[in-house]
């Protein structure tokens, strides 16, 4: 069992910045292929990004490419995504998971997941 929790959401105009993170706790960390997924209103969740265990391979939806940099520290147990060059179309609720596979951007690879966090672009 792997317990997530994401924080750094919020409210932020167009062309800002926000940083992510999502804290792992219960079984080795360092063992979990990691996701970046967000759910905006009125739209099904969708992949955002992930990361390997050992942080050496990552992938990214085109939406992100470029501009949003996932990475790991499994000494703190914690996963980050990085989001520059935020548009309102970012907003969504954003959620990390935990997979025992390769990442991969189907939700049906992830078991654990965190309860989200609420990201808010304003134009």
């Known amino acids: 069992q792997v317990q997530l929790v994401e924080s750094g959401g919020g409210l932020v105009q167009a062309g800002g910045s926000l940083r992510l993170s999502c804290a792992a706790s219960?079984?080795?960390?360092?063992?979990?292929?990691m996701g970046w997924f967000r759910q905006p209103p009125g739209k099904e969740r969708e992949f955002v990004s992930g990361?390997?265990?050992?942080?050496?391979?990552?992938s990214y939806a085109d939406s992100a490419k470029g501009r949003f940099t996932i990475s790991r520290d499994n000494a703190k147990n914690t996963m980050y995504l990085q989001m520059n060059s935020l548009k309102p179309e970012d907003t969504a609720v954003y959620y990390c998971?935990?997979?025992?596979?390769?990442?991969?951007?189907?939700?049906?690879?992830?078991?654990?997941w965190g309860q989200g966090t609420q990201v808010t672009v304003f134009s």
């Open positions: 219960g079984r080795v960390f360092s063992r979990y292929g």
């Open positions: 990361i390997s265990w050992s942080g050496v391979t990552t």
């Open positions: 998971a935990a997979t025992t596979g390769m990442i991969r951007s189907s939700e049906s690879e992830y078991r654990y």
